[in-house]
Structures are given as structure tokens and as C-alpha cells.
């Protein structure tokens, strides 16, 4: 059981904190700050480890190493990015790490319309509308930056996303098929490194799992993931499963895309979290507790689609809810994470004492 943790300068909550949430063993963390395609240096790798490690955590989750958009759209730029983020690899794989969360998403890395959604409760939680989705998506840039209160949040760099308008136009002519193409060049390249130096790559779905501003998304379903396998088969060409981005298309089923890949041993990473549908038409959902009756997706029979297959990957909470006045990341806060873990780590038991 891991605990995403984004540094000692860009996160309260304390990897101390995090060490005391019965059943956590992983800290989840990465370097925030080197920008995306360069090189992830050894001695600040070093230091980050030391810094998890002496807190009594393990240090073998990174999440994330972003994927340059050269390499995504495939510019000619993107030999050398590809080369850096073979030698991250390395470095990282040094460093004891043996699994990397990564995704393959165009510009946006993740997306929601509101970041502070009130709760009945007196919560917050994230939220997406359709509705709520302005067409010009410098304004939902603004929307997202407006609602973070001071926080960087990852996959939204201000200096990245100051260039929308040229990110927009590098994907002009990529379409789906074309993004898989860009990934199967990235994946053919860098997994003989995976393979030497025991590091699995976790891909992250698209969140949401729907098309948004005429973007390509390639991982949003079951037949998304089998042509992804496809590209490059091999363990270390693996996914990271998250319950929440899966689940918020309700055509997905969760519980049956775990056990079928956690059967094949191509799922090393989970996210586990609740959303709950606003409308009829499950279009539009909050983020909630992870409890299943606080949601819309039933986590005994997604804890039990890992329990039921003898699970020995990694698993952390996602997103939770600011609770009790915390003034938390949107989506990190300390306290609804952690009353996550200890709903998972008590569905775990219970299944696992009943088989
Ligand atoms: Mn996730």
C-alpha cells in the first residue's frame, strides 16, 4: 500500500504523517521539478530516496515521469528526449525503484471542471460537468489554475501550458491511431531498458476516459488496453488501473478489466477511488469517499478482483475529499486518503479471510 507524496516544498502532509496510516508501506512521490524530457538526476534521486526511506517508507512507485509532447506527437525532437528518459530509467532503477506510473495524454493530463466542489457534508471534493467545460480551453486553464489554491498541480505547468495554443496546433494532426503509432515508437525504444533493469512501465488512463476539445485519447477501455498490450508484449509494457478515471465512463467494468489483467500480470500499479454520477445520464461526477455506498462504484468487488487473484502489486488511495477543514491539495488532502487506506486494507482482510 503506497501514499502519493509530492515533496517536501509542495505538499503538507508529511511523509511522518503518511508513515503512521496503518498498513502504508510506499511512499508515492517524484521529482516535481525537472522539467519534463530532461534527465532525472542521480543525486537528487538520491536525496529524494533518503528523504522517504529515513521516514520508514519504500521508494519503488514513481509517479509520475512525464512523457515529452515531442515524443506524444512524435516531432523530430523526440530521439533525444526518448534517449533522456531511457537514462531516468536507469537512474531511477539504481535507486531500487520498479515501477514507473507514466501516461500518454494529450496536453491536459488530467481534467476536471471544478477542484472545490461543496459537498452536502461540508466537503470538497473534485468535480466534472459537462456543462461547466468551457469551449476555449484557455479559460478551463484558468478555471483550474483559479481553483488550485497556490498549489503546482502536476500536468498543469504554467510555464508548459503558457504555449496552449502551439500544444494545440502540434496535435492538430494526430489522431488516435497516430498517438498509438507515437507510442509504440516510445515503448519499442525504451523497453529493452525496462527489461535489463526490472523496471515496469504503468500507463495511466485517460481522465476522464472521453474525447474533450477534439483530443486524441487512447486509453479510455478494456479494448483500449489490449491494443496497448499489443504494441509491445511484454510484462514491463504494463498498466496502472485507476477505478475512478476507469469507472467514470459507466460503460467500463472495473472489477472484470482488474481481474483480466491482474490474471495476465499486466497491472503492477492500482488507483483505487470512488466518483459518484450528478445526472441521469452519467455524464457529469464528483469524486467521493472511497466507501461504495458513498459512490458509484462498488469497491468490495474491486478490492476483491485483486484479493480474488492473489495481488502482490502496488495499490495506493486516489483522490479523496478535503475533509475537516483541511486546506489540502485538491484530491491529496491527509485525512480522506488515509481513511481510504484503511477501507481497502479492511475489505482486503475481510475477502481475504473468507476464501
Ligand atoms: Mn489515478
Known amino acids: 500500500m503506497g501514499f502519493r507524496w509530492f515533496g517536501e516544498q509542495n505538499d503538507p502532509v508529511q511523509l511522518a504523517e503518511i508513515r503512521q496510516i496503518p498498513g502504508v508501506s510506499q511512499a508515492v512521490t517524484a521529482l516535481y521539478d525537472v522539467p519534463v524530457g530532461q534527465v532525472w538526476p542521480k543525486d537528487r534521486i538520491a536525496q529524494l530516496k533518503q528523504a522517504v526511506t529515513s521516514a520508514g517508507l519504500g521508494f519503488e512507485v514513481i509517479e509520475s515521469v512525464n512523457v515529452h509532447d515531442d515524443i506524444k506527437t512524435g516531432q523530430s525532437g523526440r530521439d533525444q528526449y526518448i534517449e533522456n528518459y531511457q537514462q531516468t530509467i536507469k537512474n531511477l532503477a ?3 525503484v520498479k515501477v514507473i506510473c507514466y501516461n500518454f495524454m494529450p496536453v491536459f493530463d488530467w481534467l476536471r471542471t471544478d477542484l472545490t466542489y461543496q459537498l452536502p457534508d461540508g466537503s470538497n471534493a473534485m468535480a466534472y460537468q459537462p456543462e461547466m467545460l468551457p469551449d476555449d480551453p484557455n479559460e478551463l486553464i484558468h478555471q483550474i489554475m483559479s481553483g488550485s489554491k497556490g498549489f503546482e498541480m502536476p500536468g ?12 494545440f496546433a502540434k496535435y492538430r494532426h494526430v489522431d488516435a491511431d497516430q498517438l498509438r503509432a507515437n507510442l509504440k515508437y516510445f ?16 500507463m495511466h488512463p485517460d481522465d476522464p476516459p472521453f474525447l474533450l476539445f477534439g483530443l486524441p485519447r487512447i486509453y479510455k477501455n478494456r479494448d483500449d488496453m489490449l491494443k496497448i498490450e499489443q504494441l509491445y508484449e511484454s510484462p514491463y509494457n504494463a498498466f496502472t488501473i485507476c477505478t475512478g478515471s476507469l469507472g467514470e465512463n459507466p460503460q ?5 478489466i482488474i481481474r483480466e489483467f491482474v490474471q495476465k500480470d ?3 500499479f492500482i488507483h483505487a477511488r470512488n466518483i459518484r454520477f450528478m445526472n441521469q445520464t452519467k455524464t457529469a461526477f464528483h469524486e467521493s469517499a472511497h466507501l461504495s455506498s458513498a459512490g458509484s462504484l462498488d ?27 483541511e486546506q489540502g491539495r ?7 486518503r488515509a481513511l481510504g487506506v484503511t477501507y481497502l486494507n479492511g475489505l482486503w482482510e475481510a475477502i481475504r479471510k473468507n476464501q
Open 156 to 167: 498543469w505547468e504554467p510555464e508548459r501550458l503558457a504555449h496552449v495554443q502551439q500544444l
Open 299 to 325: 469497491m468490495y468487488e474491486i478490492v476483491k478482483a485483486l484479493a480474488d487473484n492473489d495481488y502482490e502489486g502496488y495499490l495506493r488511495p486516489d483522490h479523496g475529499r478535503n475533509i475537516w477543514g
Open 187 to 202: 515503448l519499442d525504444a525504451i523497453m529493452p531498458t525496462c527489461e535489463k533493469y526490472d523496471v515496469r512501465m504503468a
Open 330 to 336: 485538491p484530491g491529496y488532502g491527509l485525512y480522506d
Open 252 to 256: 467500463n467494468d472495473v472489477p472484470a
Open 94 to 96: 539504481e535507486a531500487g
Open 266 to 268: 499486466r497491472a503492477p
